[in-house]
């Protein structure tokens, strides 16, 4: 099973691997290693692109996605012949995209600890992202969420990591969020993303370490989408900067 560096530290963006299978999905060239940087597309958020430095050439990877056996895949872009089994290699992240989605990722967080609904669906972008929330009768303004979260920001409140057992989270159900999707289950524990003071849910997402990292955003839609569903969409806000 491949060592997931992305768990433990989101800012890592270059790290040394061994190259443990090398194989096709759908005519897409891919290859699996023994710990990887790259965090596959779940929960919402894009899988990581980057290169792979092997003895046989530079690759670039499109696309990081996890197989039905819950593997990590790096998919290729490949115009020269594959790297090998048993091959070292060095990882990068594209650090610019990553970092942008951490950014959105965590600030999804702080617009879930002021939309207190079941979040029933949600995508995390470069440049935007979107969370449906099952609002019932409640109702939103833009414009003060808007200021709302960016207060939050402006907290400078930390976020961190930690492990709970599964039956701890049985015991606190109130803790999953997304209606959608659950907690991956069967290893014994359950990830928790804790902003201080702000949010606390299940999630295996990458976050930045202070919500002052996101910088401004600003709240550009929020649509109908059904009786009870509300989609609100997050954007930067590079208007003040
Ligand atoms: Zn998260």
């Known amino acids: 099973m491949t060592k997931r560096l992305f768990l433990e530290e989101s800012y890592l963006a270059e790290a040394d691997g061994i190259i443990t299978s090398v194989g096709e999905f759908e005519g897409r060239p891919y290859i699996k290693l023994n710990q990887t940087l790259f965090y596959p597309q779940g929960g919402g958020q894009p899988g990581d692109t980057g290169w792979i430095e092997s003895p046989v050439g530079e690759f670039r990877v499109i696309d990081t996605q996890k197989s039905e056996a819950n593997q990590i895949l790096l998919f290729l872009e490949a115009n020269h012949p594959l790297p090998n089994v048993g091959d070292a290699i060095h990882q990068k992240l594209d650090w610019e995209r990553r970092y942008s989605l951490m950014r959105m990722h965590t600030c999804l967080h702080l617009l879930c600890s002021l939309v207190p609904k079941g979040v029933t ?10 969370l449906d929330f099952d609002l019932g009768d409640s109702k939103l303004d ?15 409140s ?21 209606l959608s999707v659950q907690p991956p289950r069967g290893s014994g524990t359950v990830r928790l993303i804790k902003v201080e003071g702000i949010d606390l849910q299940p999630c295996g997402g ?12 600003r709240i550009s839609k929020i649509e109908n989408k059904g009786k009870r569903n509300r989609r609100i969409h997050l954007v930067f806000d590079n208007t003040d900067v």
Do not use: F
Request: net charge negative; hydrophobic share 30%.
């Open 121 to 130: 669906g949600g995508s995390v972008g470069v440049e935007k992202s979107r």
């Open 142 to 156: 833009k414009e003060v969420l808007t200021q709302q979260i960016n207060q939050l920001i402006c907290t400078g």
């Open 158 to 178: 930390e976020v961190m990591s930690l492990n709970i057992s599964e039956a701890e989270l049985d015991q606190q159900p109130d803790l999953v969020r997304t």
């Open 206 to 217: 990458t976050h930045v370490k202070n919500t002052r990292e996101i910088g401004p955003v």
